[in-house]
């Protein structure tokens, strides 16, 4: 439906209040929550006029697709911007993007500056007090001087070149998707553990932190909120309760409460607060057993992006032979196990957005995927002559490496398990590098790795040729090759290819439809995000998984679109559609069906 001006909106919304004044005080949603009666009145005018400011407060209503965006998105896997347009202007736009990441100040930094990835030591007088929040490539890219960039080198600058396509992403959207700046993530997380120690002996640190905070949105006015994506309270890295990680709990809790407060006064308007959970109901306990305490943050956010994938993966290699199995990173099952818990620690389904993954995880089993074996899905990760492959390749990287530690943020202290991927052994590939084995050679593959060696030694290799694609399970996606043709990309190791065959766990437009018919719209969630966008189909929009969720979630199978100038002076309304529940036809009658 259309209508132009803010006094039809007005009268509109004053006669649906005195059609529903004599009903009774709550009434249930076709999503199933008690609320006024005059909410319908409320959604509509919500839906027509609100979303129609970029400065009205949105809440997710089981129809939000969103996702981060990377700053290393500019030059990681090819050099250039990695545009979101193309799927833009077939599904529509993201209600919120993330940006990541920014980083926290600390002493343990100021008191020992090491160099960061991009080879420039940052001095203390440009990062701030202990407890200061900084975008650290942007900052490094300004102290480097060949800003705007230089075109020999697309490292530089990538950060001021993603502030600048993020504000025109925004734009095109009408200013309605919200820019939110991601701080943490899992490499940034140890100075989270690092920040507490600094606020045990000077509380004054998250005063420091808060006010940065306040700072930093001013001086970025298109961005509307901050996320906060500490992995984990209480846990760290090491993802287990120690004396180490004790009381963090406390302090992510109460940083949630005062960021709300600080940024309830900032300028007169609602700036989103958010935070990214984990995926584990033993993480998630351990992590209330530290303190967090999940109902309490939930008053204080506007919705959770919980991280639901990395659950399985190579890493499964480290447990027992009886448990190390090749499994989906993201099982349906397994992430309703966590939802029924967050459900049950009292937070509103809608501030819940499933995450799905963009990417692919790549893992090596022993025996030769075929269909006896359900090609290869729980397939044994210890394949012959393991150990001696993961021994060399820890003696490569960590205990004969010492310069792999030589950073401002030093890698993972955990060695990452010899397998494939774009960038290092992570096994991580985008989703674009699948598309011709997804769609039997409909669509093109486009897959571009990091072929030097960058400065902590790592190179990326093309994922197999020869993958074939099965659905073990509902809503579960599988790709596995038939031949050991994996490389062991480093030093030493026993042979130049791996003794194993290759397997990989992702999502497919298939498996997102399955997860938000069977998980977001049965538990009324708030929508879906994405880790990480620029690993989507950018340039096969018609396999897009972005384009996927917009279909199914968005109204009317679209995400935000922005308006289009109408033709015509008399042009009537759009009249509504049998399938859209949220439209509210206006007659001069001023008939309402709702």
């Known amino acids: 439906?259309?209508?132009?001006?803010?006094?039809?909106?007005?009268?509109?919304?004053?006669?649906?209040?005195?059609?529903?004044?004599?009903?009774?005080?709550?009434?249930?949603?076709?999503?199933?929550?008690?609320?006024?009666?005059?909410?319908?009145?409320?959604?509509?005018?919500?839906?027509?006029?609100?979303?129609?400011?970029?400065?009205?407060?949105?809440?997710?209503?089981?129809?939000?697709?969103?996702?981060?965006?990377?700053?290393?998105?500019?030059?990681?896997?090819?050099s250039g911007l990695k545009s979101l347009d193309a799927i833009k202007a077939q599904s529509g736009a993201a209600n919120f993007i993330n940006y990541a990441f920014l980083g926290v100040t600390t002493n343990a930094i100021l008191n020992n500056?090491?160099?960061?990835?991009?080879?420039?030591?940052?001095?203390?007088?440009?990062?701030?007090?202990a407890g200061t929040i900084l975008d650290i490539e942007a900052l490094a890219d300004n102290l480097d001087g060949s800003c705007p960039g230089?075109?020999?080198?697309?490292?530089?600058?990538?950060?001021?070149?993603?502030?600048?396509?993020?504000?025109?992403?925004?734009?095109?959207?009408?200013?309605?998707?919200?820019?939110?700046?991601?701080?943490?993530g899992w490499s940034y997380t140890p100075r989270f553990t690092e920040f507490y120690q600094d606020y045990k002996k000077d509380h004054s640190v998250l005063t420091t932190f808060y006010d940065s905070t306040i700072n930093w949105l001013k001086n970025h006015p298109d961005?509307?909120?901050?996320?906060?994506?500490?992995?984990?309270?209480?846990?760290?890295?090491?993802?287990?309760?120690?004396?180490?990680?004790?009381?963090?709990?406390?302090?992510?809790?109460?940083?949630?409460?005062?960021?709300?407060?600080?940024?309830?006064?900032?300028?007169?308007?609602?700036?989103?607060?958010?935070?990214?959970?984990?995926?584990?109901?033993?993480?998630?306990?351990?992590?209330?057993?530290?303190?967090?305490?999940?109902?309490?943050?939930?008053n204080s956010v506007d919705w959770f992006n919980l991280m639901s994938f990395d659950i399985h993966g190579e890493f499964d290699a480290a447990q027992p032979a009886t448990k190390a199995k090749a499994l989906s990173m993201s099982d349906p099952d397994e992430l309703q196990n966590v939802i029924d818990y967050y459900l049950n620690t009292g937070i509103p389904p809608n501030k819940i957005l499933l995450g799905l993954p963009a990417y692919a995880r790549e893992m090596l089993v022993k025996n030769q995927p075929s269909k006896d074996n359900n090609y290869g899905y729980k397939g044994d990760l210890h394949y012959d002559n393991y150990e001696n492959y993961y021994k060399a390749f820890s003696k490569e990287y960590y205990s004969d490496n010492k310069a792999y530690f030589d950073y401002q943020d030093n890698p993972n202290i955990e060695p990452y398990y010899p397998v494939g991927g774009m960038v290092d052994f992570t096994g991580i590939y985008d989703y674009q590098c699948f598309?011709?084995?997804?769609?039997?050679?409909?669509?093109?593959?486009?897959?571009?790795?990091?072929?030097?060696?960058?400065?902590?030694?790592?190179?990326?290799?093309?994922?197999?040729?020869?993958?074939?694609?099965s659905?073990?399970?509902?809503?579960?996606?599988?790709?596995?090759?038939?031949?050991?043709?994996?490389?062991?990309?480093?030093?030493?190791?026993?042979?130049?290819?791996?003794?194993?065959?290759?397997?990989?766990?992702?999502?497919t437009q298939d498996t997102i439809h399955y997860k938000i018919e069977n998980i977001v719209k049965k538990n009324k969630l708030g929508g879906v995000w994405f880790w990480e966008l620029s690993q989507d189909a950018l340039e096969n929009p018609a396999y897009s998984l972005f384009g996927q969720a917009c279909k199914d979630l968005g109204k009317n199978g679209k995400c935000i679109l922005s308006s289009a100038p109408t033709s015509g002076k008399n042009q009537e309304p759009e009249k509504c559609s049998a399938s859209d529940t949220d439209c509210i036809e206006l007659s001069l009658k001023f008939s309402f069906e709702i």
């Not at 500056?113 to 007090?129: D, E, M, N, R, V």
């Not at 940083?255 to 998630?284: C, D, E």
Request: hydrophobic share 35%; charged share 15%.
């Open 1 to 78: 439906m259309q209508i132009k001006s803010f006094l039809s909106y007005s009268i509109a919304f004053l006669m649906c209040i005195s059609l529903t004044a004599n009903t009774s005080e709550m009434v249930n949603t076709t999503d199933g929550y008690s609320v006024s009666s005059y909410y319908p009145c409320l959604l509509y005018w919500r839906d027509e006029a609100n979303l129609k400011r970029p400065d009205a407060i949105k809440v997710p209503d089981g129809h939000w697709v969103g996702g981060y965006y990377s700053s290393w998105s500019y030059w990681r896997g090819g």
């Open 113 to 129: 500056p090491k160099p960061a990835y991009g080879g420039i030591t940052l001095p203390a007088s440009a990062q701030g007090p």
């Open 150 to 184: 230089d075109a020999g080198d697309p490292k530089w600058c990538a950060a001021s070149h993603v502030y600048q396509y993020l504000k025109k992403y925004r734009a095109a959207s009408d200013n309605q998707t919200i820019l939110m700046a991601s701080i943490g």
């Open 223 to 298: 961005f509307g909120g901050i996320d906060i994506d500490w992995e984990y309270p209480g846990l760290g890295h090491e993802e287990s309760p120690s004396c180490k990680h004790a009381g963090e709990g406390k302090l992510y809790t109460e940083m949630f409460a005062g960021l709300r407060q600080k940024l309830g006064s900032l300028n007169g308007k609602h700036y989103y607060l958010t935070a990214a959970i984990v995926s584990s109901v033993k993480k998630a306990k351990d992590e209330v057993a530290q303190g967090v305490d999940f109902k309490s943050i939930s």
């Open 435 to 469: 598309l011709s084995d997804i769609t039997n050679g409909l669509a093109q593959s486009k897959c571009n790795v990091l072929s030097p060696m960058d400065n902590r030694g790592n190179v990326g290799q093309l994922p197999p040729s020869d993958l074939h694609l």
């Open 471 to 507: 659905t073990p399970k509902p809503g579960v996606a599988w790709l596995s090759g038939s031949e050991q043709n994996i490389a062991a990309n480093f030093q030493n190791a026993p042979t130049n290819t791996y003794p194993a065959y290759p397997v990989f766990t992702l999502d």
